[in-house]
């Protein structure tokens, strides 16, 4: 039998499938974003309530006791150049460093043009900054004072600092140069970077005993749910 001509209800079905085919992607990325929102803040949320009721304290001081030379716990484990390698990794956390980061990127995408681009990150780098330490505020909890500090530090511990604003910092970051690139390798390759420097940055921060690892986890969660809702911000205004 010859093939029947399609009526127009088949038509305006396939229509409609190829059109929500093509808009799936962009879907499934808000629906990705908002869920590492939600997640992000209901992790930290439940690290903030357990450390308040005394949770965490055994593991976080068994970690910081395993990174240390039990014989001299001012003493971190590894050789001399190791420790100086983590002292420079955890500057890539300091407010000076990500202030310059912040500056340096900001000035690029104004004088290229991309002025609403520049304005985001600054303006959502220093919304980062005030909740951070409107939480270190809120939680006040002390320093570590189990090993020697590697670092000198002067305000709260949790959350830290360094990892959640290392998290908001990078990571909007690299969201901002990976929505302008179309090779999907150079997205994963920026993406990457920016959640391995945020990593590093962290994990210094334990090593050298300045800070609980509970306090870090929380600030990965925060830091990170941030700079997800930052897109999802970004996406809407059309920055991004």
């Known amino acids: 039998m010859p093939n029947e001509p399609k009526t127009q209800s088949s038509n305006s079905e396939d229509a409609a499938a190829k059109k929500w085919s093509e808009r799936w992607p962009v879907e499934a990325e808000v629906l990705i974003a ?20 005394g949770g965490f304290r055994e593991a976080d001081e068994s970690i910081l006791l395993a990174l240390r030379n039990p ?25 000076a460093i990500l202030t310059l980061i912040v500056l340096a990127a900001a000035g690029f995408l104004y004088l290229s043009g991309q002025h609403r681009k520049a304005a985001a990150v600054v303006v ?13 505020l809120g939680f006040a909890r002390p320093r570590p004072e189990l090993v020697p500090h ?17 998290a908001v910092i990078y990571l909007t ?27 590093l940055v962290g994990m210094s921060r334990v090593y050298l005993g300045v800070h609980w690892p509970s306090d870090v986890l929380a600030g990965w969660a925060l ?14 205004t059309g920055t991004v």
């Not at 830091?223 to 809407?236: K, N, S, T, Y």
């Open 34 to 53: 908002v869920a590492a929102v939600a997640a992000g803040v209901l992790a930290f949320l439940t690290i903030g309530s357990s450390v308040l009721n």
């Open 71 to 95: 014989a001299d716990l001012a003493d971190p484990v590894g050789p001399i150049w190791f420790e100086e390698l983590v002292r420079d990794l955890t500057a890539l956390g300091s407010t």
């Open 124 to 136: 959502w780098s220093a919304a980062g900054t005030v909740l951070s330490h409107m939480t270190k």
């Open 150 to 166: 590697g670092a000198e530090v002067y305000t709260h511990s949790f959350p830290s600092g360094h990892a959640m604003l290392s």
């Open 173 to 199: 970051l690299g969201v901002l140069i990976a929505a302008s690139q179309e090779d999907r390798r150079i997205k994963r390759y920026v993406l990457s970077l920016a959640v391995l420097l945020t990593l």
């Open 223 to 236: 830091g990170a749910a941030f700079a997800c809702l930052g897109w999802l911000i970004f996406r809407r």
